[in-house]
T-cell receptor, first 114, second 115 residues
């Protein structure tokens, strides 16, 4: 079975500050990991994915995440927050590239203060 | 390239009724997955359809059923609605081919309220 835990349901940062959203996973087989962003009244959009290649993954809008097998983590970071980054972020895990059966975390709401 | 579209966007039903939600997959995608997103939670996998057949199911009762049509569009049907069925229902499509990069393409969802 696979599961995802996102630590911190709400994170607040100042504009220009570092963004760190935490994700830990549990999987009995090598995982495929994803971060999605959801803006109000919209569907989810892929930010980045790890599919067993480079452990440091770069995504859209300046976000990146590092896969750490020893810590079973896939934390999302961005060096400098922008007001437009305010949204809900979801970490997800799947067994393979058939992401259609992914397991999602409960999400982290990011607030960016001016 | 046309994205994933869902209808209706909002609807209100009463307990015991039945509902049908519809999804058109993104152009070139032959796989559709349905998710339920309750308020304050992440999406929960309901089932996936590929080649007009169910290809995996999450922990949802049989009153949740679906269809996929030859044009790859899909329906989610829920019978005997319960209050806890109130949620945002998300449809996501992807290609089940060597072009599959593991990304899901989501629609904007259908928000169901059960009274």
């Amino acid at each position: 079975a696979q599961s995802v835990t996102q630590l911190g349901s709400h994170v607040s940062v100042s504009e220009g500050a570092l963004v760190l959203l935490r994700c830990n996973y549990s999987s009995s087989v090598p995982p495929y990991l994803f971060w999605y962003v959801q803006y109000p009244n919209q569907g989810l959009q892929l930010l980045l994915k790890y599919t067993s290649a480079a452990t440091l993954v770069k995504g859209i809008n300046g976000f990146e995440a590092e896969f750490k097998k020893s810590e079973t983590s896939f934390h999302l970071t961005k060096p400098s927050a922008h007001m437009s980054d305010a949204a809900e972020y979801f970490c997800a895990v799947s067994y393979n590239t058939n992401a259609g059966k992914s397991t999602f975390g409960d999400g982290t709401t990011l607030t960016v203060k001016p | 390239e046309t994205g994933v579209t869902q209808s209706p966007t909002h609807l209100i039903k009463t307990r015991g009724q039945q509902v049908t939600l519809r999804c058109s997959s993104q152009s070139g995608h032959n796989t559709v997955s349905w998710y339920q997103q309750a308020l304050g939670q992440g999406p929960q996998f309901i089932f996936q359809y590929y080649r007009e057949e169910e290809n995996g199911r999450g922990n949802f009762p049989p009153r949740f059923s679906g269809l996929q049509f030859p044009n790859y569009s899909s329906e989610l049907n829920v019978n005997a609605l319960e209050l806890d069925d109130s949620a945002l229902y998300l449809c996501a499509s992807s290609p089940m081919t060597d072009r599959n990069t593991g990304e899901l393409f989501f629609g904007e969802g259908s928000r169901l309220t059960v009274l």
